[in-house]
């Protein structure tokens, strides 16, 4: 089965980022295939490398970057919803005068429409969210 | 297993969000309008608060926030004219149909005849809907 | 279809939501606070009690020990299952609605 996943809120405020965390993992532990996971809303906080959490609690964006490194995972961070809320790249940081940048490894930075070609590719889209 | 290239899915967008209050409805709509370059079968569903984002009237000027109301009257041009209002989330507001946006498009297949978007149903014709449907996401 | 409802029913109107627009034969996964949804003797509980005449109810487990919820305090007839679960569910219906 082919899944995408959509993240709608932030890491720590809900538990939204950790269920879809957790869903993806059991889902290719079973042998399913990832097919994106778009980060939409707050969800986009999930993709900023500048996170410190407490050493005894899980870390979330760390969480994701390592999935995507072992599983080859094709984490999006929605364009718009990312420059509301200040998660940057270097090329978005070059494109509006920003000093810096803060993505995670394993984010890249698009557009809704990847998010649309998701639901269509895909053999099931799941929302996790508020 | 055979792969079709260019599938059209049925998508709907459920929203159950009052308009400011939260970002869902807003961000939600951006969604549809980008998601509507795709042409696929899209239509909207607007269920408990959601229905408040169709409302008549919304001034956010004092409260220093983005009008976005406007942007719905754009969705007939997008070919997103299946605008579900669910009835009893409408009364239960002392809502009618009447108070919400007049919002139209223009079927070619009719001589351009401006014709509602809005269509008001009750829960159980929105239960059969939602079976439809192949993506359902949620704001 | 399968439907998830991640809020505690004292909290927001998405169960009462999902399970009137829920069509016979649907599944129902409770996960997040929703699992709250599945106590037994609670203001919700004969809500939940009717739904499960015509839909099949699911509780995460993980949430539900998260919350320290033993599965015995939950309504009759609720299934736990786990993270595995979940994705079978998901596989096994043609579609995912998330009440959220």
């Known amino acids: ?10 890491p720590y405020t809900h538990q ?21 996971v778009f980060f939409y809303h707050d969800g986009v906080n999930n993709g900023t490398r500048m996170t410190a959490p407490p050493q005894d609690d899980r870390n979330i964006v760390n ?17 718009a919803a990312a420059q509301r809320r200040g998660i940057v790249d270097a090329d978005e940081a070059k494109r509006n005068g920003k000093d810096g940048d803060n993505i995670a490894p394993g984010f890249r930075i698009s557009g809704l429409g ?17 | 297993m ?3 290239v260019s599938e059209t ?55 220093g926030m983005k009008n976005f109301s406007p942007a719905y009257r754009a969705l007939g041009d997008y070919e997103v004219n299946k605008l579900y209002v669910e009835r009893e989330s409408l009364e239960e507001r002392g809502l009618s149909e009447d108070d919400l946006m007049p919002l139209t498009w223009e079927d070619e297949d009719e001589d351009w005849a401006e014709k509602p978007s809005i269509r008001v149903v009750s829960r159980a014709e929105l239960s059969d809907l939602l079976e439809e449907q192949d993506v359902i996401l949620n704001f | ?44 509980a004969a809500m939940v009690e009717d739904a499960i005449k015509s839909v099949k109810v699911y509780a995460l487990g993980p949430d539900l020990k998260a919350r320290g919820l033993a599965e015995d305090r939950l309504i009759s007839g609720i299934e736990v299952v786990d993270y595995e679960g ?15």
């Open chain 1, 1 to 10: 089965m082919k899944f995408s996943v959509m993240v709608n809120e932030g």
């Open chain 1, 16 to 36: 939204a980022s950790d269920t879809a965390y957790q869903f993806t993992r059991a889902a290719l532990a079973a042998g399913h295939e990832i097919f994106r």
């Open chain 1, 63 to 79: 969480r994701w970057s390592e999935l995507a490194a072992a599983h080859e995972l094709d984490l999006v961070v929605c364009v």
């Open chain 1, 114 to 130: 990847q998010l649309i070609e998701a639901g269509i590719q895909s053999d099931r889209l799941l929302v996790f969210g508020d």
């Open chain 2, 2 to 4: 055979e792969t079709k």
């Open chain 2, 9 to 63: 899915k049925k998508f709907m967008y459920i929203n159950r969000h009052a308009p400011h209050g939260t970002v869902y409805a807003h961000e939600g709509l951006e969604v549809v309008l980008i998601g509507a370059a795709f042409e696929q079968d899209v239509c909207m569903a607007f269920i408990g608060d959601g229905v408040f984002q169709l409302k008549q009237d919304q001034d956010t000027t004092e409260a």
């Open chain 3, 1 to 44: 279809m399968l439907h998830t409802v991640n809020k505690s029913p004292f909290e927001a109107s998405s169960l009462k939501t999902c399970l009137s627009l829920a069509r016979e034969g649907s599944d129902v996964l409770l996960i997040e606070d929703g699992v709250y949804g599945g106590l037994a003797g609670s203001a919700h």
């Open chain 3, 86 to 100: 979940f994705v079978e569910l998901a596989c096994a219906n043609d579609k995912v609605q998330s009440w959220l």
